[in-house]
Nanobody, 122 residues
């Protein structure tokens, strides 16, 4: 599976961005998908994970109520809608894939995409 993230950019506090991750390769619907982020000088942290059919979603406490993960299995796409952005959301955002949901939650997925940078100005 190859993952290509896009949609990052510069946004003001309170703004929104929609990140996208395009998957190619094996059957996309066999994979749980997730988003993680890494801020400058900090460790990578989990943002959220969505199950294969989208029926169950996990979010980190820091983004609950502000970020929404969704997927379109017909298009091999997963999305991260980020709203009410704060300066502390500034980071490189990565998408991930694994056939095991838990592996994405603990950030040891089989596949990582390259990152897309989100910068939130104050």
């Amino acid at each position: 599976v190859q993952l290509q993230a896009s949609g990052g950019g510069l946004v003001q506090t309170g703004g929104s961005l929609r990140l996208s991750c395009a998957a190619s390769g094996r059957d996309f619907s066999d994979y749980a998908m997730g988003w993680s982020r890494q801020a400058p000088g900090k460790e990578r942290e989990l943002v959220g994970v969505i199950k294969r059919r989208g029926g169950s979603i996990y979010y980190a406490d820091s983004v609950k109520g502000r970020f929404t993960i969704s997927r379109d299995n017909a298009k091999n796409m997963v999305y991260l809608q980020t709203d009410s952005l704060k300066p502390e959301d500034t980071a490189v955002y990565y998408c991930a894939a694994d056939q095991v949901f838990h592996n994405v939650v603990v950030m040891t997925p089989e596949y990582w995409g390259q990152g897309t940078l989100v910068t939130v100005s104050s």
